[in-house]
């Protein structure tokens, strides 16, 4: 991804409908690859739990958009988007998944999200739901002291909100205004339990005020307005002001992984259809046929990358103590 604003690269053309385009083409590729995995986990089985991002991608490309190229971001653990977006090669994610030599982890991260582009500021996540809060108030306060001009985007669901490392987190990080953005995917699931049943409170947003900095709820189908809001808390923090919270209120339509039967729920189909779906509210405001070539690309894209993928050979035993320091 350019490091330059969508307004920046657009020159003569409207900045809504380039950033429309700009977005567009960012959700389609995320879509390409999410309906990719589902098919292929469906066909060929998976060697561990991928849990899907599809319906979330405006949240991933919205946010992610709004940062610089030198920017760090640790992700959350649903889907590919986040990093897809920072610039990383698609065939590097799907050969971390796939636990292949040419991922960007070396085979190392088969079946779950590991990537990692220190390059492009992608920073990777910890072990545990909940670490990643802890490592990116360590990132930015390593920004503080380096005097550097970057910012740290941290990406986590509803139900990580929960863990005490969030409390922690935020509460040192607004104490010594880091610059750094916490980005809540609030999809209503806590794993198998609603929301509702976790949270005293509506919207996680509200918690912010608590730690003396703004939260801000968004809604997350709406990829032009997460980038707005989450552009206003990356200037703020970039701006020496501190952090911010940013809820974007979104849906998970599949299980909490690709193959979860969803007993628990009843409120939406097992299937592929979005509700508000991202990529319908981003086509209305880019041209038809310029969607259709994105979507086209996109799709070319994916493939080419799993065909690229397969070829790789697998990890084996001896990647375990590669790149390990002792």
Known sequence: MSTKTAKEEAGAAPAEGALALDLYREVTRIRALELLLNRYVKEHGFGGFWHPGLGQEAVQAGAVMALRHEDYLFYAHRGLGYALVKGMAPEALLGDLFGRVGGSVGGKGGGTVHFVDPELGVLGQGGTLGSNFVLGAGAATSIQLLGEDRVVAVFFGDGAAARGTFHEAA??????KLPIVWICENNGWHLSAPFSAQSPTEDIAERASAYGMPGV?????DAIAVREATLAAVERARAGEGPSLVEAKTLRIRGH??????????DIADGLEVPRDPLKILRERVPEAEADALDAAAAA????????????????AEVVTQGVWS
């Open 257 to 266: 992984y690709e193959g979860d039967p969803q007993k628990y729920r009843d």
């Open 171 to 176: 509460l040192q990080a607004s104490v010594w």
């Open 217 to 221: 709820v968004v809604d997350g189908q």
């Open 301 to 316: 894209e994916a493939d080419a990358a799993l065909e690229a993928v397969l070829a790789m050979p697998k990890g084996g």
